[in-house]
């Protein structure tokens, strides 16, 4: 595939997001392998910034680089659009630190891209193809690059209390991007609200350029774009970080609750794989395929799940596999008032968080995965869900049962369905997504 670039210069202006600054951002062709970069004509001998996962300076709500004195913020949104449409040469000139907001979404970039008619170049597009499992995780969020030949990203996103959980999976190209993730438009809890404030952030933000979720309601100036608009706005935000390369990935990218931190922790990974093998290191291997193994035990006692995974206080949240089969088992929680997170939810009514009880059914279906094969050295990641529902509250006194079954197995790729239930009723269900991933990239 050859490299593309504009055939004209085009202009956009507007107010940032963080910053509240008047900008104008123009878009000037580049010749081939020049790759894109920022300009900042608004400073002393108008510097050049080049946007690399190693200049990134600040990662709170958006993504910054800074290569001297020379800084720009927010960059996530128009590099994606950029890479969302296939542009691989450009000059972008900005008269201040940050570029216009628009409405959020990347829709406006795209717009000033068709108009400037994207064109290819005499030079062939280089890519990085991955070959190997690269992965990341942070408390409940975590991202992982698979091996694939193009690139997709399958992504679940989530608040705290499980409400607005959405789960998409998409192979992005030009056309993918523009119909299905441009128009999906950044989005806030309003209780984050005065914390960013006191941040000096979001001095340009308003409900022209965001959307902001307050309990179980949406407050937006129009309606939402898509039913699932904001797991589409977490694929917007993740092709634009990933940018930070410096080479066009071919990978398939699965990501629960991810943020700008975790993408370009993603990313950093993904750069010393990529200069690794630029510096003509070893070839990163293609994951051998697990092999099965044939157990004999039926149940496991807390002594056995612990030597299992890798979980540990307070966040074990299995006690007993009552019934181990081949492609199915059934687990016990014991829902005890000593559990920490009763302390907080919710003091005077305590009722079990509900991703806690998704985390249950991804461990149980972890320790199934991990006892149906032999996989030493690796660990059974939980990468996404999707279908996920809860019924009715789990509250102390309850015993929970998980029943859990495999439901495809594809080299280092596992699916499952699992629920739970109180007393033979279902309180939640869902279909859960794990990768196999080696011990020292988990690490």
């Given at each position: 595939m050859k490299q593309r670039t504009l055939l004209r210069e085009v202009s956009i202006k507007g107010n940032a997001l963080h910053t509240g600054d008047a900008v104008q951002m123009t878009f000037k062709p580049a010749p081939a392998n020049h790759g894109l970069v920022f300009k900042r004509v608004d400073l002393h001998g108008q510097p050049e910034i080049k946007p690399r996962v190693d200049l990134v300076t600040d990662l709170v709500r958006a993504t910054t680089i800074q290569q001297g004195h020379a800084?720009?913020?927010?960059?996530?949104?128009?590099?994606?659009?950029?890479?969302g449409c296939g542009i691989d040469n450009l000059l972008i000139e900005m008269n201040a630190s940050e570029?216009?907001?628009?409405?959020?979404?990347?829709?406006?970039?795209?717009?000033?891209?068709?108009?400037?008619?994207?064109?290819?170049?005499?030079?062939?597009?280089?890519?990085?193809?991955?070959?190997?499992?690269?992965?990341?995780?942070?408390?409940n969020s975590s991202i992982i690059a698979l091996?694939?030949?193009g690139l997709k990203?399958?992504?679940?996103?989530?608040?705290?209390?499980?409400?607005?959980?959405?789960?998409?999976?998409?192979?992005?190209?030009?056309?993918?991007?523009?119909?299905?993730?441009?128009?999906?438009?950044?989005?806030?809890?309003?209780?984050?609200?005065?914390?960013?404030?006191?941040?000096?952030?979001?001095?340009?933000?308003?409900?022209?350029?965001a959307v902001v979720i307050k309990g179980d309601k949406i407050i937006s100036k129009e309606p939402l774009r898509f039913a699932d608009e904001f797991v589409r706005h977490k694929i917007l935000d993740i092709i634009g970080d990933i940018v930070l390369l410096g080479i066009p990935l071919k990978a398939h990218i699965v990501a629960t609750r991810p943020g700008h931190a975790l993408n370009a922790e993603l990313t950093k990974h993904l750069l010393e794989k990529y200069e690794a093998w630029k510096k003509g290191g070893k070839k990163p291997a293609k994951p051998a395929a697990p092999k099965a193994e044939i157990t004999t035990e039926t149940s496991l006692d807390i002594r056995r799940i612990l030597d299992t995974i890798p979980h540990r206080y307070p966040f074990v949240m299995i006690d007993r596999i009552a019934e181990l089969g081949v492609d199915e088992l059934t687990a016990i929680k014991n829902v005890t008032i000593?559990?920490?997170?009763?302390?907080?939810?919710?003091?005077?009514?305590?009722?079990?968080?509900?991703?806690l009880?998704?985390?249950?059914?991804?461990?149980?279906?972890?320790?199934?995965?991990?006892?149906?094969?032999?996989?030493?050295?690796?660990?059974?990641?939980?990468?996404?869900?999707?279908?996920?529902?809860?019924?009715?509250?789990?509250?102390?006194?309850?015993?929970?049962?998980?029943?859990?079954?495999?439901?495809?197995?594809?080299?280092?790729?596992?699916?499952?369905?699992?629920?739970?239930?109180?007393?033979?009723?279902?309180?939640?269900?869902?279909?859960?997504?794990?990768?196999?991933?080696d011990n020292a990239d988990f690490d």
């Open positions: 800084k720009i913020h927010t960059v996530e949104h128009v590099l994606s659009a950029l890479s570029p216009p907001i628009m409405d959020g979404s990347a829709r406006e970039f795209v717009k000033l891209i068709q108009q400037g008619e994207p064109v290819e170049q005499n030079a062939e597009r280089e890519y990085f193809a991955l070959t190997e499992t690269v992965s990341v995780s942070k408390g091996p694939f030949d990203i399958t992504c679940t996103s989530a608040d705290d209390r499980g409400i607005h959980t959405q789960h998409l999976s998409l192979t992005i190209d030009p056309d993918v991007y523009v119909t299905q993730v441009a128009a999906s438009r950044t989005f806030t809890v309003y209780e984050d609200i005065e914390e960013l404030i006191k941040l000096g952030k979001i001095k340009g933000g308003s409900l022209d350029c000593n559990e920490p997170f009763f302390q907080g939810h919710y003091p005077g009514n305590p009722v079990m968080p509900g991703v009880q998704l985390e249950a059914l991804a461990q149980a279906a972890g320790i199934l995965l991990i006892r149906k094969m032999t996989i030493d050295g690796k660990v059974a990641l939980f990468m996404s869900a999707d279908k996920v529902k809860f019924r009715k509250p789990v509250r102390p006194g309850d015993q929970l049962s998980l029943k859990v079954k495999l439901t495809k197995l594809r080299g280092a790729i596992a699916c499952a369905e699992g629920e739970c239930s109180v007393g033979g009723q279902v309180v939640s269900s869902a279909e859960l997504m794990f990768a196999l991933v």
